[in-house]
């Protein structure tokens, strides 16, 4: 048992047991999997707005709002798509360059709205997108590879 899943081990025993029972088996498949995708998404902005000149957010919770206003967003979008029946366009949406485009557009307007995160410009916006995607990615990637449960 490496190391990691010592100290996961402990937080899990110590924080998520209550009177008996696992709090994370109260969860179902999709509120573990929006809070891991906030989780990273908000890791992903933090280390964006660290590595990247054009992008500043002042703490870790600023980032996880941030991470939040793009969830909620995104979550927005499709289920409108959906509602409409539009799926065609809700694929091509998804899966393309225009996800990038449109999480720009996006963090734009969360810089507007949050005093605490600014964009240089659009071409920053567009490098950030492409940054916190990558990096949420791996860190999913991680998430699931080393905690298979969550």
């Not at 009177?19 to 498949?29: E, K, R, V």
């Not at 600014?118 to 071409?123: D, H, R, S, T, V």
């Not at 490098?127 to 990558?134: E, P, Q, R, V």
Request: aromatic share 14%; glycine share 4%; net charge positive.
């Amino acid at each position: 048992m490496n190391i990691l899943n010592k100290v996961y081990y402990n937080i899990k025993l110590k924080y998520f047991r209550l009177w008996g029972y696992n709090m994370l088996d109260f969860l179902d498949a999709g509120t573990k999997n929006l809070l891991v995708d906030i989780l990273t998404v908000g890791i992903a902005v933090f280390i964006c707005a660290k590595a990247l000149p054009g992008v500043v957010v002042k703490d870790i919770w600023n980032a996880f709002l941030v991470a939040l206003l793009i969830g909620i967003f995104n979550a927005l979008l499709m289920f409108g798509l959906n509602y409409f029946h539009l799926s065609q366009i809700k694929n091509f949406l998804s899966q393309s360059i225009f996800k990038l485009i449109i999480n720009a557009i996006l963090l734009i307007i969360i810089d507007k709205v949050i005093k605490d995160f600014e964009l240089k410009n659009f071409f920053n916006a567009l490098l950030a997108a492409f940054c916190i995607t990558l990096i949420s990615q791996i860190l999913k990637w991680l998430i699931t590879v080393k905690f298979p449960i969550l």
